[in-house]
Nanobody, 124 residues
Framework: QLQLVESGGGLVQPGGSLRLSCAAS????????IGWFRQAPGKDREGVSC????????AYADSVKGRFTISRDNAKNTVYLQMNSLKPEDTAVYYCAAGTYYSDSLAPIAYDYWGQGTQVTVSS
Protein backbone atom coordinates (compact mmCIF):
# COMPACT_ATOMS: atom_id res chain seq x y z
CA GLN A 1 0.00 0.00 0.00
CA LEU A 2 2.87 2.35 0.77
CA GLN A 3 5.23 2.31 -2.15
CA LEU A 4 7.87 4.42 -3.79
CA VAL A 5 8.83 3.70 -7.38
CA GLU A 6 11.93 5.08 -9.05
CA SER A 7 12.22 5.54 -12.78
CA GLY A 8 14.39 7.30 -15.32
CA GLY A 9 17.58 5.34 -14.98
CA GLY A 10 19.52 4.00 -17.91
CA LEU A 11 22.79 4.06 -19.78
CA VAL A 12 24.38 7.42 -20.48
CA GLN A 13 27.78 8.59 -21.67
CA PRO A 14 30.07 10.58 -19.40
CA GLY A 15 28.98 14.20 -19.39
CA GLY A 16 25.41 13.28 -20.15
CA SER A 17 22.27 13.82 -18.12
CA LEU A 18 19.45 11.80 -16.64
CA ARG A 19 16.37 12.77 -14.70
CA LEU A 20 15.21 10.33 -12.08
CA SER A 21 11.68 10.31 -10.74
CA CYS A 22 10.35 8.99 -7.45
CA ALA A 23 6.61 8.48 -7.44
CA ALA A 24 4.56 7.55 -4.39
CA SER A 25 1.51 5.35 -4.19
CA UNK A 26 -0.62 4.57 -1.18
CA UNK A 27 0.37 7.78 0.56
CA UNK A 28 1.08 11.39 -0.23
CA UNK A 29 4.58 12.79 -0.21
CA UNK A 30 3.70 16.27 0.95
CA UNK A 31 4.29 15.34 4.59
CA UNK A 32 7.63 13.63 4.01
CA UNK A 33 11.19 14.53 3.48
CA ILE A 34 12.63 12.63 0.54
CA GLY A 35 16.15 11.38 0.10
CA TRP A 36 18.01 9.96 -2.86
CA PHE A 37 20.62 7.29 -2.19
CA ARG A 38 22.81 5.17 -4.36
CA GLN A 39 24.69 1.93 -4.07
CA ALA A 40 27.36 0.64 -6.37
CA PRO A 41 28.26 -3.07 -6.48
CA GLY A 42 30.38 -4.03 -3.49
CA LYS A 43 30.00 -0.64 -1.86
CA ASP A 44 27.91 0.80 0.95
CA ARG A 45 24.77 2.73 0.27
CA GLU A 46 25.45 6.44 0.34
CA GLY A 47 23.26 9.49 0.54
CA VAL A 48 23.13 11.64 -2.56
CA SER A 49 20.58 14.35 -1.87
CA CYS A 50 17.52 15.12 0.19
CA UNK A 51 14.69 17.61 0.22
CA UNK A 52 12.30 18.76 2.91
CA UNK A 53 8.57 18.18 2.68
CA UNK A 54 7.87 21.59 1.20
CA UNK A 55 11.01 21.74 -0.87
CA UNK A 56 12.46 24.65 1.06
CA UNK A 57 15.56 22.84 2.28
CA UNK A 58 17.89 20.66 0.27
CA ALA A 59 21.19 18.95 0.82
CA TYR A 60 23.72 17.28 -1.44
CA ALA A 61 26.68 15.01 -1.07
CA ASP A 62 29.92 16.78 -1.87
CA SER A 63 30.49 14.44 -4.77
CA VAL A 64 27.39 15.66 -6.62
CA LYS A 65 27.17 19.32 -5.65
CA GLY A 66 26.84 21.52 -8.68
CA ARG A 67 25.84 18.59 -10.88
CA PHE A 68 22.68 17.17 -9.33
CA THR A 69 19.48 18.99 -8.42
CA ILE A 70 16.67 17.61 -6.30
CA SER A 71 13.16 18.95 -6.63
CA ARG A 72 9.61 17.94 -5.90
CA ASP A 73 6.11 18.44 -7.19
CA ASN A 74 3.79 17.52 -4.37
CA ALA A 75 0.75 17.97 -6.60
CA LYS A 76 2.09 15.10 -8.69
CA ASN A 77 3.26 13.15 -5.65
CA THR A 78 6.68 12.96 -7.24
CA VAL A 79 10.26 13.90 -6.41
CA TYR A 80 12.96 14.32 -9.03
CA LEU A 81 16.70 14.11 -9.22
CA GLN A 82 18.20 15.90 -12.19
CA MET A 83 21.68 14.55 -12.82
CA ASN A 84 23.98 16.49 -15.11
CA SER A 85 27.62 16.11 -16.07
CA LEU A 86 27.48 12.47 -15.15
CA LYS A 87 30.67 10.62 -14.37
CA PRO A 88 31.47 6.91 -14.42
CA GLU A 89 31.69 6.99 -10.64
CA ASP A 90 28.01 7.94 -10.55
CA THR A 91 27.18 4.44 -11.74
CA ALA A 92 24.96 2.80 -9.14
CA VAL A 93 21.46 1.75 -8.29
CA TYR A 94 19.63 4.86 -7.16
CA TYR A 95 16.96 4.67 -4.48
CA CYS A 96 14.50 7.18 -3.18
CA ALA A 97 13.22 7.11 0.37
CA ALA A 98 10.66 8.96 2.46
CA GLY A 99 11.01 10.00 6.08
CA THR A 100 8.94 11.89 8.58
CA TYR A 101 11.63 14.43 9.44
CA TYR A 102 14.08 16.26 7.29
CA SER A 103 17.77 16.01 8.00
CA ASP A 104 20.68 17.26 5.95
CA SER A 105 22.90 14.45 7.20
CA LEU A 106 21.86 12.14 4.33
CA ALA A 107 21.68 9.26 6.80
CA PRO A 108 19.63 6.29 5.56
CA ILE A 109 18.35 5.54 9.06
CA ALA A 110 16.15 8.63 8.92
CA TYR A 111 13.93 7.15 6.23
CA ASP A 112 10.96 4.83 6.64
CA TYR A 113 9.92 3.92 3.10
CA TRP A 114 12.19 2.89 0.27
CA GLY A 115 11.80 2.29 -3.41
CA GLN A 116 13.23 -0.64 -5.31
CA GLY A 117 15.84 1.37 -7.12
CA THR A 118 16.69 2.28 -10.69
CA GLN A 119 19.98 1.50 -12.39
CA VAL A 120 22.15 4.34 -13.62
CA THR A 121 25.16 3.40 -15.71
CA VAL A 122 27.61 6.01 -16.93
CA SER A 123 29.96 4.59 -19.51
CA SER A 124 31.42 5.37 -22.89
Amino acid sequence: QLQLVESGGGLVQPGGSLRLSCAASGFTLDGYAIGWFRQAPGKDREGVSCISSRGVSTAYADSVKGRFTISRDNAKNTVYLQMNSLKPEDTAVYYCAAGTYYSDSLAPIAYDYWGQGTQVTVSS
